[in-house]
């Protein structure tokens, strides 16, 4: 296993987090050194059972941190390079890594090159660096405001790989790469190859809402991609009722799973949060089980271990909602919502004592109106994780091949004899055991 097998990371929006001010600060302002208050939160982090930190960008920009303007430079709003530095430093003391969010698809119109370009035109050393179109240069997805670069462009391709080796050079482990999706595939092989051979060690998640998730793995060069696929099919499960769905998903899954380990998650920074989009709240331990039972690399965005809700609007300003401001350590947080952060200790507990599971196959033995039940095996060593699920209010019988299940969470147990559960109304079970079912 490489160490990213064993990566459960904590997902932070930095801006946000942190409070910083919504849009860049003046040439004059001196930077504001609120990253250094992330280190007050790293033993959460580790609390929790995670060991990454994956922040949301930190470099200069003009407004939420998708129009960079400076890769090589910390946003004036959140500090500078030391406080990043002792960031990472403080992180990799207590065994966490850190990952950054690389925006390599578009820029901010203030940009260095682009600057340059739009004062300078065709004459300018960066013009193959952008698109013109029409009376302007291309865009991303209809925002004049992020400007597109030209992935053709040879050094477009120099400057991102540049940008990636300074960083992981000063100490992040990888790369959350933004609007994967939107960028050639050649071009992050191109770039990935590049930095591997000076960095191999490095990770890199390319952020893929739609499309041919392996291809991105096999021909862009990445380690993983976002797995919308499965995000969306737990919570849309959840809510009609409908296991099915969710099943047809873990087929997907399973696919994926024989090319790569897909990153995994129920929120994040650019959805609703899980507990808004939940019509039941008690779906949420359903939601939280497939999260921690299933292969892939999860994730969990700060502030779902406390069950915080939030909807994302379709508008400007439609985001801050799910990337408020949070308090100066965990002691703020208070009493609520304890009982889910424990519910996640419990969960990424039983995941560390199965690693395995981050590149395991499932096989659904029950599938009802309302039932799912699944097992994972260890390839390797025999061990085995079994989960039921009633997404109904009436109960149901679930039930997974006899084994000597011990019972690990939930509020039913799965009978070691028989291996068959009896589900209350909205009532889940996970179980394990040393010796694989037959």
């Not at 946000?16 to 930077?31: D, T, V």
């Not at 390599?104 to 004459?123: E, N, T």
Request: hydrophobic share 45%; with cysteine; net charge negative.
């Amino acid at each position: 296993m490489s160490w990213s097998d064993h990566a459960i990371w904590w997902h932070v929006y930095p801006l946000g987090f942190l409070g910083a001010e919504h849009a860049a600060l003046s040439a004059r302002s001196a930077p504001v050194h609120r990253l250094p208050a992330l280190t007050g939160w790293l033993d959460h982090l580790v609390s929790l059972g995670c060991n990454g930190l994956a922040l949301g960008p930190v470099f200069a920009a003009e407004t939420h941190g998708y129009d960079t303007v400076d890769h090589f430079r910390i946003d004036p709003r959140l500090g500078t390079e030391d406080d990043l530095a002792e960031l990472v430093e403080r992180a990799g003391e207590r065994g966490v890594r850190v990952l950054l969010d690389g925006v390599f698809h578009h820029v901010g119109r203030s940009f260095g090159p682009f600057a340059d370009v739009a004062a300078h035109g065709a004459r300018s050393p960066y013009a193959d660096w952008f698109v013109p179109e029409s009376d302007d240069y291309r865009v991303f997805e209809g925002h004049r405001h992020l400007v597109a670069l030209n992935h053709a462009a040879p050094a477009v391709a120099d400057h991102v790989a540049s940008v990636m080796e300074h960083w992981l050079d000063r100490g992040i482990a990888g790369w959350r790469l933004d609007a994967a999706y939107a960028v050639p595939r050649p071009f992050w092989r191109a770039v990935t190859d590049r930095v591997r051979r000076r960095h191999p060690g490095a990770w890199f998640s390319g952020e893929v809402i739609h499309g041919d998730y392996t291809a991105y793995v096999t021909e862009g060069g990445l380690d993983t991609v976002t797995q919308y696929e499965l995000w969306k099919a737990v919570w849309s499960s959840l809510n009609d009722t409908n296991p099915h769905e969710l099943a047809w998903a873990l087929k997907r899954h399973n696919a994926f799973l024989d090319v790569f380990a897909p990153q995994t998650f129920v929120g994040n920074h650019d959805v609703t949060r899980i507990a808004s989009r939940l019509r039941e709240p008690r779906h949420l331990a359903h939601a939280l089980t497939l999260l921690f039972t299933l292969g892939g690399v999860p994730s969990v965005y700060a502030g779902d271990e406390r069950a915080m809700r939030a909807v994302k609007e379709d508008r400007v300003g439609g985001d801050d909602a799910i990337r408020p401001a949070f308090p100066a350590d965990p002691a703020g947080l208070g009493e609520e919502g304890l009982d889910v952060q424990r519910l996640h200790q419990a969960l990424i507990g039983l995941r560390r004592r199965h690693p395995w599971l981050v590149r395991a196959h499932t096989r659904v033995h029950t599938l009802g109106n309302a039932a799912l039940s699944y097992t994972a095996v260890d390839p390797a060593g025999g061990s085995a994780v079994a989960v039921a699920l009633n997404f109904g209010t009436a109960p149901v019988t679930a039930g997974v091949p006899a084994a000597p299940w011990a019972h690990a969470a939930g509020d039913t147990v799965i009978e070691p004899g028989s291996g068959k559960a009896v589900l209350p109304p909205l009532g889940w079970s996970v179980a394990v055991s040393a010796v694989a079912p037959d």
